[in-house]
């Protein structure tokens, strides 16, 4: 038996140092397996390890690229792409088509309208469904400079861990008095917990309470709503007490579910009348605020193009009536989705992938006009909230005060993610919330309120490093609770944030003005019981000058590797914002790592993971020759190395200095 033992033990030896032996050659020959097999996310996978081992195999970033562009990430696209049109020196044609493609998710409409046009002449004899794909992509270029041109200033808030996940968080809903946010979601805990046939986990739906304007962790709605099959959220009626359910039911159907009185939901059934068709699926649902009429999607034929919207009224024994199709002003030969109807019950928003978008889905809105009985020309909804990537299934409170939609972006916690927008004040928000008290529905407060024990207030000073002068600036807190939170008041010297101490938690402040470098701040509160504490963080900001160095912080990577981890892209993100608001602006990306290993390994891993950083701002548009990678290994430290933890943490660290 001894024996047997250890004949075991140097098999399982042998056979572990082949698998960590694996070669280039060998990650992209399974890749190609199974890419075969339509395994697409895990032939990236095995495309990104072989890319580890040798990033300079052009065929191996062209096909990482083109994955990029047919997945969840499509923004990741560009530093592959640009890699083979720098080195390469005749692609194929359809090399440019990619390039064009890769561009414009990046927003450098300029170099993708530059590519679409070389693929077309490189294409004279292409089909007239490739002819159309090219007018349309070209003729989004234009609309992108147009509405990045004429910017739209709102705030746009990811919702942080407590709604999304590092998959796929989308269609929310959300009750009118906006206490209540359903939503779906593909998250490894589906009910089930099966894949399927795109490697995605099935659609279950979740709920989240708002207490104190802030969104709870979200839960499964419930086993007698969520199956090992797909579910949807798809619209809220506007009482409350009901909502809209999609159903994969071979065909796929709108059902609806009461909430009970102990706040669960009830089995779902499906809607009466003509609203389900036979082999169609409808796939969204908006009710008015009287409960009489309902907007849906269908791809039903007679329709205008793919996916339709249409309506239906209540009949006297509470059934639908005959679907009415809301015509060609509102329906293209394309895709319109997810109806949404305001509290007015005279505007419609939606999301379609033709009129005039920049790129994808885009959100619209059309207004009634009761004089004529006729819908206006939708009208997009311009950027932020719109990119050239999928915008989708918009919403607004009942007082038009917020806005949530689902969208993929580089700061996101996943794949799709569900973000809040704080809209502008209204002229009929007086008459939305009178309306909402005669329904009887509850206004609820959108802010923390000042407690007076078990808190802390933070006392946030911002100055000029150089100057001394208190400085006014943007504000955004953030913690695993919520996300990008601004100040709730200020004095003559300080910003101030009440925060709940009911835990130890830790938070990440970012401090920007116009003409100084970012700042930010990390810091732990531990969980205090007593009356209020105050905590006085001091911050100084330094110019956008020549010199200015700062640290980078939340750059995370995996243990001797320099592919950033999706935790990295929020504090990345403050760096896009900065490049894109100083354009004269150029930096080094510098970083740096601890002693441990050789210095020569160092140096390399630190270019390596400098270069990270700067492939991610040139695939969201920021031009190559304003952004240089410098990696200084161990030998820029900023403190001794001995110190095992604090030491050698505070070494390994990526920064940016502005260099003109």
Known sequence: ???????????????????????????????????????????????????????????????????????????????????????????????????????????RFDEAEVNYKKYGALNPDMDPDEKSWLARKIAECNNGREYIANKRNLEIVNLGEQINSPYADYAPIISTNESCMIFTSRRKESVGGELDENDDYYEDIYISYRIDGVWQKAKSVGDNINTPYNEAGIGFSKTGKEIFIYEHDGDGDVYYSVFNPDSSLSDPQPVKGKINGKHTFESAATISSNGKRLFFTSDRPGGFGKEDIYYADAMSDGSWGKPVNMGEKVNTPESEEGPFLDFDDKTLYFCSTAHKGMGGYDIYKTVFDSTNNSWSSPVNMGYPVNSADDDVFFTLSGDGSHGYFSSVKPNGLGEKDIYMIVMPTRDDREELLEKMRAMNLIVRSTKRSDADSNTYELQISIKDEETGEILDAELLLSSKEFTDRPPANKNDSSYLYNVSSQKEQRYTLIVKKKGFAFATVNFVLTRYEGKMQEVKIPIKMAKAKPGTIVQLRNIYYDFNQYVLRETSYASLNNLLEFMRENPLVKVEIRSHTDSKGTPAYNLALSQKRAQSVVNFLKANGVNSKRIRAKGYGEGLPLVSNDDEEEGRELNRRTEFKIIK
């Open 1 to 107: 038996m001894r024996s047997s033992f250890f004949s075991v033990l140097a098999l399982f030896i042998v056979c572990s140092q082949i698998s960590w032996a694996q070669t280039e050659d060998d990650f992209i020959k399974k890749g190609d397996h199974q890419f075969k097999l339509n395994k697409f996310k895990d032939a990236l996978d095995s495309y990104e390890k072989a890319y580890a081992l040798n990033p300079d195999n052009l065929k191996n970033n062209y096909q990482i690229g083109i994955l990029y562009l047919e997945g969840d990430y499509k923004f990741k696209s560009l530093p592959y792409l640009e890699k083979v049109l720098n080195e390469e020196k005749n692609p194929e044609p359809e090399f440019y088509r990619y390039l064009g493609l890769a561009y414009h998710f990046a927003h």
